[in-house]
C-alpha cells in the first residue's frame, strides 16, 4: 500500500530536549517536504526536497533541521525544541513535486 | 509567507445542500489543487487543475481553474455527513518557485 509513515504521531517533550520525527515513503518519490499546521493558519511549509541531498527551506524554517539521505526518509530535527513550536506537523511526498502530495497521519508535537 | 485568500473560512450547512468555495491569489498560478482533511488524518488530494478554464469533477464534486489563472472554484452537489471536514486549496506556479501556496482551508459542518 502507497504510504508515508511518520513517527512518532503524539510526542510531549520538554524544552531544549533535542527530538527527531521520522517520515518514511514507499512510492519512490523524489519531492518530499514538511508541513507544521496551526489553528487559523492552514499548512504552512518548513523545509522541501527536489532530491537526496538536495534541501531548502521553506516559509518557516527557524528552528527545524533536516536531511536526506536515502530517497525514501525525510527526517525532520528539532535540536533544542520551544513551546512555540507546539503544532501539528505532516509530512508529504510528490512524485517530481507535482503538487499531488501525498501526506502522512501528522506528528502532534507539545513542547512544555 | 504568501498564503491565498479562501473563503469562506466555515460553513455550516443542512445534508443535501450544495457547497461552493473559492480561492483567489495576487500571484498567476500553472497548477490549483483542491485538498481535503478529515478529523485526525493528512490532507487527500481531490482534484487536480492544470490548465486555466479546466473543468473537473470526482463524484459529487467538481473544481475549476479560473480564466485568470488567479483563482480557483470548488463545488460538492447533495452534501452527505462524510464532508465534513477542511478543504484545502493550494496552488503553484512561477511566482511561488512552483512550491505550493495553501488556503488557510474550508471547514465544513453539517447541521444536526
Known amino acids: 500500500e502507497a504510504q508515508v509513515t511518520q513517527n512518532p504521531r503524539y510526542l510531549i517533550t520538554v524544552t531544549g530536549k533535542k527530538l527527531t520525527v521520522t517520515c518514511s515513503q514507499n512510492m519512490n518519490h523524489e519531492y518530499m517536504s514538511w508541513y507544521r499546521q496551526d489553528p487559523g493558519l492552514g499548512l504552512r511549509q518548513i523545509y522541501y526536497s527536489m532530491n537526496v541531498e538536495v534541501t531548502d527551506k521553506g516559509d518557516v524554517p527557524e528552528g527545524y533541521k533536516v536531511s536526506r539521505k536515502e530517497k525514501r526518509n525525510f527526517p525532520l530535527i528539532l535540536e533544542s525544541p520551544s513551546p512555540n513550536q507546539t503544532s501539528l506537523y505532516f509530512c508529504?511526498?510528490?512524485?517530481?513535486?507535482?503538487?499531488?502530495?501525498?501526506f502522512g497521519e501528522g506528528s502532534r508535537l507539545t513542547v512544555l | 509567507g504568501q498564503q491565498l485568500n479562501q473563503s469562506p473560512q466555515s460553513m455550516f450547512i443542512q445534508e443535501g445542500e450544495d457547497v461552493s468555495m473559492n480561492c483567489t491569489s495576487s500571484?498567476?498560478?500553472?497548477?490549483w489543487l483542491w485538498y481535503k482533511q478529515d478529523p485526525g488524518e493528512g490532507p487527500v488530494l481531490l482534484i487536480a487543475?492544470?490548465?486555466a478554464g479546466e473543468l473537473t469533477s470526482n463524484g459529487r464534486l467538481t473544481a475549476q481553474f479560473g480564466i485568470t489563472r488567479k483563482d480557483s472554484f470548488l463545488n460538492i452537489s447533495a452534501s452527505i455527513p462524510s464532508d465534513v471536514g477542511i478543504y484545502f486549496c493550494?496552488?503553484?506556479?512561477?511566482?511561488?518557485?512552483?512550491?505550493?501556496?495553501w488556503g488557510a482551508g474550508t471547514k465544513l459542518i453539517i447541521k444536526p
Open positions: 508529504a511526498s510528490s512524485f517530481r513535486g507535482t503538487g499531488e502530495l501525498f
Open positions: 487543475l492544470y490548465k
Open positions: 493550494a496552488g503553484s506556479g512561477m511566482e511561488s518557485n512552483y512550491q505550493l501556496i
Open positions: 500571484s498567476i498560478f500553472n497548477t
